[in-house]
């Protein structure tokens, strides 16, 4: 009983994932892929059936297959998540207006996301 309630519970946060990725790729200010590879993750654990179609999907599928296999993310990939963390952090701090410790915090967290996704192998 308990595996079934955790395994219903993971398809729900599965779909949940997909639905916020699939937002994310028409909003420029919702990410796709970390929603995605949370989707993938909660189906790897509660649905072959999903883990599967969404491996194979024709436009997420091959992201998250090189991830998966490889743990790499694509150049033109980094370029923009990097690039877009830069433009966040000069909006932020000459135009948003926010106490200094949010913006420390603001950016403290963009540069822990731009060195991860830097460290990361990079796919040609």
Known sequence: ?????????????????VA????????????????????LWAFAR??????????????????????????????????LSVGSMGVAAVWLAFFSGVPVWAMALAFAVMAYGAWFVLSRPTLK
Request: charged residues 15%.
């Open 20 to 39: 916020l990725g699939v937002i994310g790729a028409f909003l420029p200010v919702m990410p796709t892929v970390p929603f995605l590879l949370l989707a």
């Open 1 to 17: 009983m308990r595996t079934q309630v955790k395994k219903t519970l993971l398809v729900g946060f599965g779909l949940l994932c």
């Open 46 to 79: 509660s649905s072959d059936r999903l883990h599967g179609w969404l491996l194979n999907h024709p436009r997420f599928g091959p992201p998250l297959r090189n991830w998966q296999e490889h743990g790499a993310i694509p150049a033109r990939a980094k370029l």
